[in-house]
């Protein structure tokens, strides 16, 4: 078995360095792509996170003096300084220096309105609904925008490793005829569109480390993020490696 | 104790354009046996060979192989069977950016053997075809002669019980045309099944085996005991 594992990545790997230059820049696209995808995925998280304030039935968000307020509430979260002033930022625009009131999502009761030190409570129904609904549609455009990257790559991919197909041709011949099954065949070109994968990754990371630098590493992706892109090119190349042969 | 290895029951092959390779053909081969299959270019040879290792499967009629109806074979089953069948070309076949020993041990390990059993059965073979001292070369870099035993040594790493050689000294001059035959004739004596096609009257006169002749598709000829002549 052991030796099996092996057989298969060292023909993967010859195959990649066979065509080795092809290998690249079909990596290289796809690390392109997933540079579309990233930025995409990043600005999902946002909008998710602003939409999300205003979202449950059963939550309400308040403005409030100090966390006196807060007691015999059951809160959810309580913004950071920072936060408040960045989401305001996103919505309204640069707000300058203006003291800014603490805001906090708590659980929705009767009366949260009159509690003493409590500014203001918002739990505006229509707006709820709305932003709701928003969200809604804005996730379904999101599948679609996703499987439409995954697509993106998986013809990609599918394209490349028909080509080593066909350029391994007499490989093919011979298997068949000294009795290698099916997928003894497919394997070897599995590995290679997983080492394709690692390549475009490789070249994504190279490109995101780039990007950090010139943002002088204020501008942190997410490990969730970059995770999401890396599945998604090895699922799509993995799964048109088992389409192709 | 012989039995018959390779049997044809009417066997007629039609190419999807039509033309007929083979009509009606029925023979039976037995194991151990060295059979010449000799005709004409388009005879049908090749053909007849494709139809016994399950490269094509048979317009109407039956092929048996080891007693097996090879037309009713899964996938995976002809992959099996192809491991008991080795096969030899007139154009060698070889992997062109592979050594020598990397072309035989190829053979073992696409069928997942142990890297052990690989390098030993791969020596033994180069051994056989007296080609260990150049396992490091590339094909191009042997003779035609060389190459062709190359071919064979990857053909009986796998210790198949039917050789099937289609024209393999065709591109080779008599005298490795004679020592290509006489390896074949050592692998025929340890119990090998041997059937070889072949255009080169030299070879089949040289030797008493059984001659089966085909033209246009049609057993012409088959002889208990050789001889190239045309009817
Ligand atoms: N794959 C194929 N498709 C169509 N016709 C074929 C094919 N292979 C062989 N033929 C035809 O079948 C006939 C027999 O061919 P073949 O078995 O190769 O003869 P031989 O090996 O004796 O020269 C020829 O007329 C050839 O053109
Ligand atoms: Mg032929």
Redesign the pocket.
Known sequence: MFDVIVFFLKEGFLIFRKNWKQSFAVAFVIALIAQILLGFELSVEELKRKLDIALSEDEAVIWFEDESALKGLDVRKVFAPDEVRKMLGDLIGDIGDVALPRVALVKWREGLDRVEGIRAVYRDTAKRVFFSKLRQLFLKYALVFRILFIAVVMIIAFIQIRISVFAHATEIEIMRLVGATEWFIKWPFVFYAFFVAVTSILISVLMWMGVATAFDFSFVIPVKVLARVCVVILFSTFVSALLSV | MSFPIIQFYNVSKV???G?V?LSNISLSILSGEFVFVI?P???????LVKLIYAEEKPTSGEVLVDGRDVSKLKKWEIAFLRRNIGVVFQDFKLIRDRTVFENVAFALRVCGFSENFVKKATEDALGRVDLLHKRGMYPDQLSGGEQQRVAIARAIVNKPSILLTDEPTGNLDPYVSEEILQLFEDLNKEGTTVVMVTHNAGIVNSRDYRVIA?QDGIKTRDDGKGGYRYV
Do not use: R
Not at chain 2, 41 to 47: F, N, R, S
């Open positions: 190419y999807t354009n033309i390779a005709g270019a388009g005879a049908g040879k090749t053909t085909l």
